[in-house]
């Protein structure tokens, strides 16, 4: 009790040293692991708190039958929250909620995370999308009649909080947008209500209020990397880009972990580099989105990637390199470039077939390689051809004016112009060229040999710019908060 005040002070470190002192009590509490893990979380210390978010399942898994035997819905809600959001293991998290609600049918926390849950599946799964939904569906409108009852009895801040957040979960915004305003004008102290209503802006697109709404979130709860992170966001929708770069890296200040700022980063160095077509900032978006998939990989990130979030940023990386060799000098492009921007939207595709960007730009990209292939050949050949025929007309034409090489017979006689019959020998007009033809055939012959030379640098001042639809990664996050408040 005294981490959960310490913590409630966001005297986190405080906090964290007592849950640490209830664990030497007992060393399968699974709550103060659970809370330890989640302030290390809560700082950035995503390593630290991986280790002890592992200690935390462990005595979950140890405490489970003990916990079912004293009926303990709360404990199944909290360890299958652990197994969905930290884990990703969706399937033994359904497991565990499904042993909460034998115990409490009408357990809301239990519901919404079934609603969360059953979406995500339906996102990863294409043969379970049908079922899925209908489970989400099914206990959405459960959570919705059990918190429609529980505001008849008392219309509170937290209530109205969660309705809002259901029903943003399931993207009827006008409903959400209700229950969140009087959430805010109930609790003004509710940073999560704030924040809600920034994600539902963001969505809604009107960026205005969702920068308002994220910036009230934010000084609420200055500590909320996720909200801090989202008003970012919120400053590149209104084109407000030094600003949003400034505000991410501030929290890679903090922790250099933070996968939402890296790929934050990412979406603000391209929009500056296509804007002004500066290879530096496009190199740097790559970087970033890079470096935020494989933090987020590595499992030591803020988070991890679902499949449709990382389809997102793959998308974004392969249009940062489409972009960048775009802006490189003609004698610079790397066409290795859009070989690995085309692995990028073939990846995005595979990981979310629904990306049907994804799609068209591996078209378009396959197109362009036939044309590169057909440039290519011609490049290579037809400087060659040129460069030899206009050669052997060069030395022809030396061989005949100067040794009259090869020679005509002379047998070969004309009528006269004047109508005799006096014949004419031709040795000197075709057997030797005279200076005029020489010299057209001389100069005509060098000039074409050096534009054969130089034939591949005129091909290349012809090269299609590649139009690829723009899209943004949706790094907007609900804040779901992992902690143990009781």
């Known amino acids: 009790n005294k981490g959960f005040a310490l913590g409630t002070q966001k005297r986190y470190g405080e906090a964290i040293e007592e849950f640490k002192k209830a664990v030497k009590t007992d060393a399968d509490f699974a709550y103060a692991y659970h809370n330890i893990a989640h302030y290390l979380w809560w700082q950035g210390k995503y390593k630290e708190g991986l280790e002890v978010w592992n200690n935390a399942r462990k005595a979950y898994e140890k405490t489970l039958q003990k916990e079912k035997d004293s009926k303990n819905a709360d404990y199944f809600f909290n360890y299958g929250l652990v197994l969905h959001e930290v884990f990703q293991e969706l399937d033994n998290a359904e497991g565990i909620y499904e042993e909460g609600l034998k115990i409490d049918p009408n357990h809301v926390g239990i519901l919404m995370g079934f609603v969360n849950l059953y979406l995500e599946k339906r996102d990863v799964g294409v043969d379970e999308r049908t079922t899925a939904y209908w489970k989400a569906r099914e206990n959405y409108q459960k959570a919705e ?57 963001m969505r809604k697109e009107d960026f205005k209020k ?36 400034a505000e991410y890296k501030k929290i890679l200040g903090i922790t250099q972990n933070h996968v939402e700022s890296h790929i934050g980063l990412g979406e603000v160095y391209t929009t500056m580099g296509e804007k002004k077509g500066d290879e530096d900032m496009c190199d740097q978006a790559i970087r970033h989105f890079t470096e935020g998939i494989r933090i987020a990989d590595s499992g030591v990130g803020s988070k991890k990637l679902k499949k449709k979030d990382l389809a997102a940023v793959l998308y974004s990386r392969g249009y940062a390199r489409v972009k960048l060799y775009e802006s490189l000098p003609m004698r610079d492009k790397d066409e290795s470039l859009l070989d690995k921007a085309k692995e990028d939207f073939e990846e995005c595709f595979n990981n979310d077939p629904d990306y049907h960007k994804a799609g068209r730009a591996v078209e378009k990209l396959e197109k362009r390689r036939s044309h590169v292939f057909s440039q290519r050949f011609a ?63 001389t100069f005509g012959s060098i000039i074409f040999m050096v534009a054969g030379l130089t034939l591949p640098q005129l091909l290349r001042l012809k090269v299609a710019g590649i139009e690829l639809e723009k899209s943004s990664v949706g790094q907007i996050t609900t804040s779901t908060s992992l902690g143990i408040s009781k």
């Open 145 to 201: 009649g059990i918190l429609k009852e529980n505001l008849k009895k008392a219309e509170d801040a937290p209530t109205l909080l969660q309705l809002g957040r259901l029903y943003l979960t399931m993207e009827d915004y006008k409903e959400a947008e209700t229950n969140l305003l009087k959430a805010v004008k109930k609790g003004k102290e509710l940073a999560d209500a704030y924040a809600n209503l920034g994600t539902l802006y």
């Open 210 to 245: 969702a920068v308002r709404h994220f910036e009230d979130a934010h000084r609420k709860d200055p500590d909320d990397l996720t909200i801090w992170s989202n008003l970012a966001n919120a400053y590149l929708k209104v084109n407000q880009k030094e600003k949003a770069e």
């Open 379 to 441: 490049e290579k050949v037809g400087p060659w051809v040129i460069f030899g025929f206009s050669l052997i007309v060069f030395i022809f034409s030396q061989c005949k004016f100067f040794f009259d090489i090869p020679t005509i017979p002379n047998n070969i006689a004309k009528v006269s112009p004047a109508g005799d019959n006096t014949k004419v020998s031709f040795t000197d007009t075709i057997g030797r060229i005279n200076t005029g033809y020489y010299v057209t055939l």
